[in-house]
């Protein structure tokens, strides 16, 4: 059975918004998997290139890492709904 896909074929709902997070806080991606490295989560520099090319999916884990290192909700991060 196929994987499911985002209307416009992506592999995940949280690219576009989680490139927006890292880009207002004038972060490489680099910077934020050492970041994610150092609060021990093992998220590297290529997983999130391929989550904000929409070219991986996405674990509940890592969207709880990535809600817990930018202080938003999961709603934002799935829906861009704010809190």
Do not use: C
Request: charged share 35%; proline share 2%.
């Amino acid at each position: 059975m196929p994987k499911p896909r985002t209307e416009s074929g992506g592999k995940n709902l949280i690219s576009k918004r989680l490139a927006k997070l890292r880009q207002d806080r004038h972060m490489s991606q680099r910077d934020l998997a050492n970041k994610l490295q150092l609060a021990g989560y093992d998220i590297d520099k290529n997983v999130i290139t391929r989550i904000e090319t929409d070219k991986r999916y996405v674990s509940d884990l890592e969207i709880k890492a990535f809600a817990d290192i930018f202080q938003v909700s999961y709603d934002y991060l799935i829906d861009g709904k704010e809190e």
